[in-house]
RNA sequence: GGGCUAUUAGCUCAGGUGGAUAGAGCGCUUGCCUCCGGAGCAAGAGGUCGCAGGUUCGAAUCCUGCAUAGCCCA
């Protein structure tokens, strides 16, 4: 970051003198061959034509301009017109105080200004325990929670409760049908209703609280049940999250939408801006206005909203309580459904205040054979089966390693493996190992080196970890810009590899004193950015394994 | 029938505001245990970036068509 930062300080200042415009497409990366130094910039091929120079002479002027640059050691100019910078030994070891000073709020940033952003996920129906699904669902919006609020967002977590729609009344009904059945009585079967065990066990629990339920009147019982059955699968949802460690700072309850007048509230606007009208008895949405190949229907004929209905209403809602940002996690299987949404937000007057990140589906697997998985059929891994067995630090980072929207392979069996395989442990091995060699140095006496006795780390492997803590903060912005924490868990997937290569060829303890010291005081700065990315992605990073 | 998304090494996947010789892990081959944790490290082999066109000085990246797969809608 500081690399970055100081070097387009130095370019825009190059180009001013020069009397060019800084090109909005001008690239300034770390690149991953070390052959074309610790930073490179496309910024010659970029001013060429606006120069009417060829790049190679306008990429000279540069270095001729930015050569009194005190903290840039080198520049090379590379075939299509890349420069090529190399920064002095000491800059980079200053990172190291600069960790240092931060302590754990290094990598936090500006960049969100304070913008106010809900972020909803899992939102799952309470009809039934959460699954493996579910679970990425929740570890990437808590990830996604952190890691915005890292990068200056202010962020509000939220679930959304489905309690007012037609699986509701299907839950209440298969309560009450597995009451009955406990009961003795002969019933056939709904046509429609909820298979899994748990719902037996919803059923006894509920007879048992309402002794009298089966001589209520029907519509009555079926109250109970439903109202019953809901409070308890939320409340296992609420503990199975606490368990994950997944924080929400909001539930949020369709029916109090509905119960609020806050649908017929929104209905009213779109009416009043022209999106919404009737015809044939029933409530539309001009969404052709908006690239639709249709019109939707908000409230059928028969007076019932739809689903889209109360979405729009919520949505409203989430924009009315001030947020700038409104980021929703979904089932990939609702891609279809986004443009609508998209549309629906715009005709509220909130372009571009919607992001919707899709989550595609998790096979879950147990030595390379699928598990197969389905609420309706009552067979499936629960999220607690799956925290319970391989912990949830080793399903986070793995729902976290790959990006959100392609499917992801969940071995159980391979999650628990504490090997290569695995790069959980990789990962946090990596801070183990410094934490352990932190706790030898003090039995021995060695004390981490200040900021000024620094001048030891002058091997290439010292500058590969230096270049890569520098490049945390920025990797932080791009996790938050781009919605996508995978980019951290590939970040310290790399640090951990640069850590345990610096680990075997650069020895702490038996260097010299001042080596040592010196030494012992970066792998400190490692161990502490990485802690540091492992609790952006909600997982411990132990002292020792 | 219409639409969305994908297709990159043997396997699982990164990489997309167009830019250098396309990256990682696993697996495979070959080395390294007198040395702070070998749960590790080093080297190597392995690619027409699904196919065919187009735009461009330059395409894995953008456009068009096709093939295959998954999903959504009617």
Same mark, same amino acid.
């Given at each position: 970051m500081r690399a970055k930062i100081h070097l387009e300080e130095a370019l825009k200042k190059a180009l001013a003198d020069k009397g060019w415009d800084w090109p909005d497409k001008t690239v300034i990366e770390s690149p991953k061959d070390r052959q074309f130094g610790d930073m490179s910039a496309n910024v010659a091929m970029m001013l060429s034509k606006q120069a009417r120079m060829a790049p190679r002479a306008v990429a000279e002027a540069l270095v001729q301009a930015l050569s009194g640059d005190a903290l840039i050691e080198k520049i090379d100019i590379a075939g299509p017109g890349f420069l090529n910078f190399t920064f002095a030994p000491s800059f980079w070891r200053e990172t190291v105080g600069h960790i240092r000073r931060a302590g754990g709020s290094y990598g936090e940033s500006t960049l969100g200004n304070g913008t106010k952003v809900q972020v909803e996920y899992v939102s799952a129906n309470p009809t039934g325990p959460l699954h493996i699904g579910h679970g990425r669902g929740a570890a990437l919006g808590d990830s996604l929670v952190r890691i915005m609020e890292k990068a200056g967002y202010d962020v509000q977590a939220e679930y959304y409760i489905n309690d007012a729609g037609r699986q509701m009344l299907i839950l209440g009904n298969s309560i009450l049908f597995r009451s009955r059945q406990l009961a003795g009585q002969d019933v056939t079967e709904p046509e429609d209703f909820y298979r899994g065990d748990y719902i037996i066990d919803i059923a006894r629990a509920c007879l048992k609280a309402n002794p009298a339920l089966l001589d209520l009147p029907e519509a009555e019982a079926m109250e109970i049940c439903k109202n019953y059955g809901m409070a308890d699968i939320l409340q296992g949802i609420k503990d199975d999250l606490a368990a994950f460690g997944v924080r929400h700072d909001n539930w949020f309850s369709?029916?109090?939408?509905?119960?609020?007048?806050?649908? %017929? %509230?929104?209905?009213?606007?779109?009416?009043?801006?022209?999106?919404?009208? %009737?015809?044939?008895?029933?409530?539309w949405f001009r969404s052709t206005r908006l690239g639709d190949d249709k019109d939707r229907v908000l409230r059928k004929s028969n007076g019932d909203t739809t689903y889209f209905a109360s979405d729009i209403a919520y949505h409203d809602n989430k924009f009315k309580r001030g947020f700038d940002?409104?980021?929703?996690?979904w089932g990939a299987d609702h891609h279809g459904y986004v443009p609508r949404m998209m549309a629906a937000c715009e005709a509220l007057g909130k372009k571009g205040g919607l992001a919707v990140i899709l989550v595609n589906l998790v096979n879950l697997l147990k030595n390379g054979e699928p598990i197969a998985m389905s609420t309706r059929a009552g067979q499936f891994e629960t999220l607690k089966d799956v925290v319970d067995e391989v912990g949830a630090d080793a399903s986070r980072f793995m729902f976290l390693s790959r990006k959100s929207d392609s499917k992801l392979d969940f071995d159980l069996e391979l999650v628990k493996q504490k090997s290569m395989d695995n790069p959980v442990y990789y990962v946090q091995y990596a801070h183990a190992r410094i934490r352990s060699l932190q706790k030898k140095a003090e039995e021995t006496g060695l004390k981490a080196a200040d900021d000024t006795a620094l001048a030891p780390l002058d091997t290439e492997h010292d500058a590969d970890l230096l270049r890569l803590l520098d490049q945390y903060p920025d990797y932080v912005e791009s996790a938050a810009r781009t919605q996508s924490p995978h980019l951290i868990s590939m970040y310290l997937q790399e640090l951990a590899s640069t850590l345990h290569r610096y680990y075997t060829h650069c020895h702490v303890l038996s260097a010299d004193p001042a080596v040592a010291s010196a030494r012992l005081a970066l792998l400190g700065c490692v161990a502490d950015v990485v802690k540091n990315g492992l609790s952006l992605l909600g997982v411990n990073a132990p002292e020792s394994m």
């Open positions: 369709e029916k109090s939408l509905v119960a609020d007048g806050k649908v %017929e %509230e929104t209905f009213a606007d779109l009416r009043a801006s022209g999106m919404g009208y %009737e015809a044939d008895g029933a409530f940002l409104v980021v929703d996690i």
